[in-house]
């Protein structure tokens, strides 16, 4: 059983920074990709970004390019997701997810979640 526990959100101005990580259970993490997805209330969960196995390749959403940053420490376990120049339109619960199987940016495409941690920028 694959357990993923988000941390790191908060309350932060416009402008300012939050750091997420995602400490994952088990001993097969070096084998999933791993992605970070948020939902706005009333909104569906919308992609955020996403790391291969070995942490070579990434892909962000629109939205956030420029701004954010995956990373991953498989020595860890752990994913992370540094958050910059946020903006108001951020504010969400962001979601960390694993994808044993494959590489992409569809919720259906992720078989492990988190609980989410929720990130709050005001203006």
């Known amino acids: 059983q694959v357990q993923l526990v988000e941390s790191g959100g908060g309350l932060v101005q416009a402008g300012g920074s939050l750091r997420l990580s995602c400490a994952a259970s088990?001993?097969?993490?070096?084998?999933?990709?791993m992605g970070w997805f948020r939902q706005a209330p009333g909104k569906e969960r919308e992609f955020v970004a996403v790391i291969s196995r070995s942490g070579g390749n990434t892909i962000y959403a629109d939205s956030v390019k420029g701004r954010f940053t995956i990373s991953r420490d498989n020595a860890k376990n752990t994913v992370y997701l540094q958050m910059n120049s946020l903006k108001p339109e951020d504010t969400a619960v962001y979601y960390c997810?694993?994808?044993?199987?494959?590489?992409?940016?569809?919720?259906?495409?992720?078989?492990?979640w988190g609980q989410g941690t929720q990130v709050t920028v005001s203006s």
């Open positions: 997810a694993a994808d044993p199987t494959g590489w992409g940016s569809l919720v259906k495409e992720y078989d492990y």
């Open positions: 088990g001993r097969t993490f070096t084998r999933w990709t």
